[in-house]
């Protein structure tokens, strides 16, 4: 059999159509928000599917759901209320994040936060203000010392944060509990372990439960944001987080940046805990979180890191929880919000993957149009149908 | 009747059979193999192969055939689809089109395993050994005629017997960790020919391998073939190709050039149909502008990672627009001394001076500041952010100044302006500034790390290995500036494994063996075979 010569093969081949799975050079970012939001939709139907196949009316429950949670000024209030603590968590998980740091300890460093704020506002007495930006002060601080113990260790002796996170949460519990049941018991309520009522709250802003504090995760997603992208310090994040021997090669202070990062994002859980004390319960008490820190790591990882998008996360999570607590009282177990928060994720994980790829359906040889790396001038294909064998 | 027709009839039958008891004889198989393979005949014929990746057309209809008893090279810079190729026939990749033949029969390679039966098997750049298991353990490692049982004697027995029915020889019983690269690729090498591969494909395998392995792998590649199994020698180095195959395929931008037996070929002819041009210059020795000392190391003890002395007694000059070339086999202190002169490894004892000024014990920060460029070892994991966009890689020395930052700010606008002088500068082929630099060729890579460097390193630059793994035009691009800095007046200092390398580019040429430098020479008094001797530790004959 005679040599065949390339060019007349391939185009022989090239005209024959095909579907194909392309991997893409790069993922748009309008495509992982499409994906992201695929993913809620296509969760919500299994959800309702699966609803449908125990023999509840989806529409209704959906109809009821919406209604209560968005369809009334207090739902609204409600949905806010629980987004506050989720965005800040979120932003927290996904500040370490940006350093291929993982904080599982949000939960602990929220409760410290408002354990913190317990303390200044059941013993410190003077205006208002001055306390409560104490107390909010308090907190951040308090956030930021329960991650002090795994960031030096992270820093220094490159212990797993993950471990040393997760293992102060349950530390942290019993911490608050201590208090809630020993020295700040407050005796006059009855069946259950809360502290006294701290005598400050932030101001509300407009009616309807929402309050001051909730200007907070908004003010610090956009400096988040903006510090990452446009400072030399969040060009640093990005290099350690990327690939911390190239960080080295540069002479990037590494101990210093995992400090400052861990600490910050301690920082955030922990007033997250201050200002969900000082404008919703006002009583410290062991179960003040709802999870509200292990749901941020969901949070963070559907935004992806991205501090702004922290924001429609959040509240999306806040939205499912309420609407979880009004689908209860029709039977619903409260439980199956938190599966649904999972299916969301599997498809969002899902879907990360699949932003990738592309379908197409071209012939093989016009595919060579596209841009070519190795060689830019795009003009490679029509070259190609004419070398032949050189010799 | 056609070729192809005529071999299914005279081959495929034998054949097959071959393959289903060839794992099980005890006797070599080369020997029956002898007979019911003649010398020549083809056992794998590619037809028409087409392969595109988003953006890349990494194969374009190419056709291939592999016979019995024959190396056979592919030829290629980087990106020319040779490792992308095999990749097919061995079952890692489906062709977007295209035929496979083997034994005359269409077959469908749809995994390694698939491969594997149809006696394919490959040897890939990265080893895929399990550090901590013995070389028995890796061998026999996912083979499904590994016995169930089976105590670790019989399984060192059992390597062995296959061992010595290749001829290809390691201790059964070491951990793969303690091997060295060369011993590891050899247990890849008997991982493939034990599941009954004919078919060896070997990607690359000399990038790793000191000269001596090299010529031990060559050995093996030998008999291997005259047993009758067909060789794939994936390289880029044309003396190597040479040496040892005996037809030799030329792929460019995935398009096959060329067919030639190695008899046929020289390394001139071999260049021209890689790069489709002309290449091989030698560049101009020229006398040292200035005898100014720039950088100068004294007396200087540093340990390894593992806290045994890497560098003893080590003092070095370089003087102003010159080259100094460090040759020796690597792992004799070239890494550290490299480290230690940019600041990332401290001195134990002995002294750095810049210029005269002492700037021992400063940071990597500090040794940049002072204009000291390093092109690290491992471009890929240190000196690059392979998930970063060309722009963020770029700026990696200057984001810290102004213009490009302000006190908190860095400025995007600075930094993409930046970003496009060294991508112009160093003519690096990239389709925006933005696209993670891991999209970017080998080459391209290290054009843009390189003249990065050579920005920040106005008084000193460190380079190491410069031009490993690259391609002929990358290769010559990356010496060509370094000879360009040099005549601007810069200090450099070359380490190398390729010894042609060291003496076409530097001035001077020091030579280290077992963490001392054991001779200098100034390179156009330099012997060849007096500088080898020396990297061998041949001090004495000296």
Redesign the interface.
């Known amino acids: 059999?005679a040599?065949?010569h390339?060019?007349q093969?391939?185009a022989?081949?090239?005209s024959?159509l095909?579907w194909?799975l392309?991997?893409?050079?790069?993922v748009s970012w309008q495509a992982s928000v499409l994906a992201r939001a695929a993913a809620v939709f296509f969760a919500l139907v299994l959800a309702g599917i699966v609803i449908r196949l125990s023999g509840m009316p989806v529409a209704s429950l959906a109809g009821r759901a919406l209604q209560q949670t968005l369809g009334t000024r207090y739902g609204i209030g409600q949905v806010a209320i629980v987004a506050t603590p989720l965005v800040m968590t979120g932003l927290s998980v996904g500040l370490c994040m940006k350093m291929r740091l993982w904080n599982i300890g949000a939960e602990g460093q929220l409760l410290l936060g408002a354990w913190a704020a317990t303390a200044i506002g059941i013993h410190a007495h003077g205006p208002a203000p001055v306390v409560l930006a104490l107390m909010l002060l308090a907190g951040a601080l308090a956030g930021a010392a329960w991650m002090a113990v795994p960031a030096l260790a992270s820093a220094w002796w490159n212990v797993s944060e993950v471990i040393t996170t997760l293992l102060l949460n349950s530390v942290a519990v019993l911490l608050v509990n201590h208090y809630c049941i020993g020295p700040w018991r407050d005796q006059l309520v009855r069946g259950a372990a809360v502290s006294y009522r701290v005598p400050y709250e932030l101001p509300e802003l407009t009616g309807g439960g929402l309050h001051l504090g909730m200007l907070i995760p908004l003010l610090i997603a956009v400096l988040l944001a903006v510090?990452l992208r446009?400072?030399?310090?969040?060009?640093e994040i990005?290099?350690i987080g990327?690939?911390r021997?190239?960080a080295?090669?540069?002479?990037?202070p590494l101990a210093r940046h995992i400090l400052l990062v861990m600490l910050l994002s301690g920082g955030i859980a922990g007033l997250a805990g201050a200002i969900e004390l000082a404008a919703v319960t006002h009583r410290l008490s062991g179960w003040i979180s709802s999870d509200y820190g292990y749901l941020g790591i969901l949070v963070a990882g559907l935004a992806n890191g991205s501090p702004l998008a922290m924001l429609p996360f959040g509240i999306l999570f806040a939205v499912l929880l309420n609407a979880g607590i009004v689908l209860k009282t029709q039977g619903l177990p409260l439980n199956s919000v938190t599966a649904v928060t999972g299916v969301i994720l599997l498809f969002a994980a899902i879907g990360e993957v699949a932003t990738r790829y592309r379908i197409t359906r071209k012939a093989?040889a016009e595919?060579?149009g596209?841009?070519?790396?190795?060689?830019?001038s795009g003009t490679?294909?029509q070259r190609?149908c004419g070398?032949l064998?050189?010799? | 009747m056609s070729d192809l027709a005529r071999w299914h009839v005279d081959i495929a039958g034998p054949l097959e059979t071959w393959m289903t008891v060839g794992n099980a004889m005890t006797a070599p198989p080369t020997e029956s193999l002898g007979d019911l393979t003649p010398a020549g005949s083809r056992i794998v014929q590619m037809r028409a192969i087409w392969k595109s990746f988003p953006g890349v057309l990494a194969n374009r209809g190419i056709d291939l055939d592999l016979r019995a008893g024959e190396i056979h090279a592919l030829l290629g810079e980087n990106g020319a689809g040779k490792t992308t190729l095999m990749k097919i026939l061995s079952g890692s990749y489906r062709a977007d089109s295209g035929m496979i033949l083997i034994s005359g029969r269409e077959a469908s390679l749809r995994s390694p395993s698939e491969a594997f039966a149809a006696g394919v098997g490959m040897v890939h750049q990265q080893f895929r050994l399990v550090q901590k298991l013995t070389a028995a353990a890796n061998i026999h490692l996912g083979w499904d005629e590994t016995p169930h049982l089976l105590s670790s004697r019989k399984l060192s027995a059992r390597t062995r017997e296959i061992c010595s029915r290749f001829g290809v020889y390691v201790d059964p019983d070491s951990k793969v960790w303690q091997l060295s690269v060369g011993e590891q690729q050899r247990v890849e090498i008997l991982r493939v020919l034990a599941r009954g591969a004919r078919v060896l494909i070997l990607d690359e395998p000399t990038a790793v391998l000191t000269p001596s392995e090299t010529a031990g792998l060559f050995q093996v590649m030998r008999s291997l073939a005259a047993g009758g199994c067909a060789l794939v020698f994936i390289s880029h180095k044309l003396d190597e190709v040479l040496e040892v195959s005996d037809r030799i395929t030329v792929l460019r931008r995935g398009v096959k050039v060329g067919e030639h037996l190695a008899g046929e070929c020289d390394q001139r002819s071999l260049a021209r149909l890689m790069v489709g041009q002309e290449v091989f210059s030698t560049p101009q020795h020229r006398e040292p502008s200035g005898v100014q000392t720039v950088l100068q190391l004294t007396n200087a003890y540093a340990l390894n990672d593992r806290g045994r002395p890497a560098l003893e007694e080590v003092s070095l000059t370089i003087r102003a627009g010159e080259i100094v070339g460090v040759a020796g086999v690597a792992g004799n202190g070239q890494t550290e001394l490299a480290e230690v002169l940019v600041g990332l490894r401290r001195l134990q004892s002995g002294n750095i001076r810049l210029e005269g000024e002492d700037i021992t014990g400063r940071s990597p920060r500090g040794f940049a500041r002072l204009g000291i460029g390093h092109i690290p070892e491992d471009r890929t994991n240190t000196g690059l952010v392979l998930s970063a966009s060309v722009a963020q890689n770029a700026v990696l020395r200057e984001y810290l100044d102004p213009p490009v930052s302000g006190r908190f700010r860095l400025r995007s606008g600075e930094v993409a302006r930046v970003a496009a002088e060294i991508v112009h500068e160093g003519n690096v082929q990239t389709p925006s500034l933005q696209i993670p630099v891991g999209n970017l060729s080998g080459g391209n890579q290290q054009r843009l790390l390189a003249r990065r460097e050579m920005r920040l390193g106005s008084r000193v630059v460190i380079a190491v290995h410069p031009t490993r793994g690259l391609d002929v035009a990358a290769t010559e691009a990356v010496r060509r500036s370094l000879l360009e800095h040099r005549n601007k007046g810069s200090a450099i200092l070359l380490i190398s494994e390729d010894l042609d390398e060291v003496l076409a580019l530097s001035d001077r040429v020091v030579v280290m063996y077992e963490n001392r430098i054991v001779g200098e020479f100034d390179t156009a008094s330099a012997e060849r075979q007096k500088v080898g001797l020396l990297m061998g530790g041949h001090v004495s004959e000296c």
């Open positions: 059999m040599e065949s390339t060019g093969r391939g022989a081949n090239g024959r095909r194909r392309e991997r893409r050079a790069e510090s446009q400072t030399k310090w969040g060009y990005s290099i990327r690939n021997r190239t080295e090669y540069a002479g990037m093989l595919d060579a596209g841009s070519d790396t190795a060689d830019p490679s294909a190609v070398v064998d050189e010799t």
